[in-house]
Nanobody, 115 residues
Framework: QVQVVESGGGLAQPGGSLTLSCTASGSMFSTYHMGWYRQAPGKQRELAAAITAGGRTNYVDFVKGRFTISRDNANNVVYLQMNSLKPEDTAVYYC?????????WGKGTLVTVSS
């Protein structure tokens, strides 16, 4: 069983920045495909950004140019740098680790963008 834990959420002002962190347990972290998802109130969970084991990144349109996903395999961490935040970015952000077609989710971290 892989444990996934997110951190770094909080309150940010519109136009501000936050960096989320996600740690995943296990000695084979470098082989995990990782993704950041978000779920706004009353909406379904949706993908925001993903990074493969090989380091290839993918972003959905609403975060392109604003969010950056990266990973530190030596420390089992994946980051989501969020810039130019908008009120509509308010959501619970979840990290997912995909290993051999199995998905492991964290419990999420709340991001609130408000003045």
């Amino acid at each position: 069983q892989v444990q996934v834990v997110e951190s770094g959420g909080g309150l940010a002002q519109p136009g501000g920045s936050l960096t989320l962190s996600c740690t995943a347990s296990g000695s084979m972290f470098s082989t995990y495909h990782m993704g950041w998802y978000r779920q706004a109130p009353g909406k379904q969970r949706e993908l925001a950004a993903a990074i493969t084991a090989g380091g290839r990144t993918n972003y959905v349109d609403f975060v392109k140019g604003r969010f950056t996903i990266s990973r530190d395999n030596a420390n089992n961490v994946v980051y989501l740098q969020m810039n130019s935040l908008k009120p509509e970015d308010t959501a619970v952000y979840y990290c997912r680790a995909t290993i051999d077609l199995m998905n492991f989710w964290g419990k999420g971290t709340l991001v609130t963008v408000s003045s």
